[in-house]
């Protein structure tokens, strides 16, 4: 089977709104239905699950249904403090709901990432028959300056060589839960996403390049962003 585990328990603070920015309404529908529409309408997606906080779990349900999602395909559950708790708690119930196979996957991706495409899903899905860890990026168009007090240039990095991360990160889900439980604890305060968990495991993660309008919504002007990007989609 293939599952999708969408991390949405943020609470959005660099947004300055009254609500987690997964909430808030991109062209008249909440970002987060936009996103878990993206897998739910995908042809080879079976389950989509939503790690959430637990204050919004309702809304959420609710705004599911609103949307005319087929709610036997989707499982809402309760975030945990992290990303990284959220996507194990995820990956706990899935494992206590299905049998595993070698041949299972997941994609971990963002709540607050809306214009995720058809296709890097799809690429996604496909690696994981050349590998068993995988993740969407995009080459750095930036000079990137090392700084060890903050205040001067310690070292330039070779942005030849500097990818920037995008999601989803899709995996064999065996190959994942293996390199979990690989890890110790404090590997496990390093985890910043899935794909460092491989990386911590000394798994290799494959790169797929993604497309520049999977963006992260984080601030403002990502919203506003976000609407011209929607608007532009409509005028074309």
């Not at 699950?49 to 809402?76: N, P, Q, T």
């Not at 296709?119 to 690696?127: D, G, N, P």
């Not at 205040?151 to 060589?161: E, F, G, Q, T």
């Not at 000394?202 to 929607?230: Q, Y």
């Amino acid at each position: 089977m293939i599952f999708a585990a969408i991390v949405a328990g943020g609470t959005g603070s660099r947004m300055g709104a009254d609500r987690p920015k997964q909430f808030l309404e991109l062209a008249g529908t909440p970002v987060i239905i936009h996103t878990i529409g993206r897998f739910m309408h995908h042809a080879e997606v079976d389950m989509v699950y939503v790690g959430v906080h637990a204050e919004w779990a309702d809304e959420l349900e609710r705004m599911c249904l609103d949307a005319g999602f087929d709610m036997k395909k989707i499982s809402i559950l309760t975030g945990g403090v992290t990303r990284d708790d959220t996507v194990r708690r995820m990956i706990d119930r899935i494992t206590q709901e299905y049998e595993i196979s070698d041949s299972d996957i997941i994609l971990t991706h963002d709540g607050v990432r809306p214009f995720v495409s058809d296709t890097e899903i799809s690429e996604s899905i496909k690696a994981m028959q050349t590998c068993d860890g995988a993740t969407l990026c995009l080459p750095s168009t930036d000079t990137l300056l090392y700084s060890e007090n903050g205040r001067s240039i310690d070292s330039v990095a070779d942005r030849s060589k500097l990818f920037r991360a995008l999601t989803p990160q899709t995996f064999l889900l065996s190959s994942l839960i293996s390199a979990y439980k690989s890890l110790t604890a404090e590997q496990l305060e390093k985890v910043t996403d899935t794909a460092s968990v491989f990386t911590l495991a000394g798994k290799p993660v494959s790169l797929i390049i993604g497309s520049a309008s999977n963006i992260k919504l984080t601030t403002p002007e990502d919203m506003r962003l976000a609407e011209m990007m929607i608007k532009e989609k409509d005028d074309g």
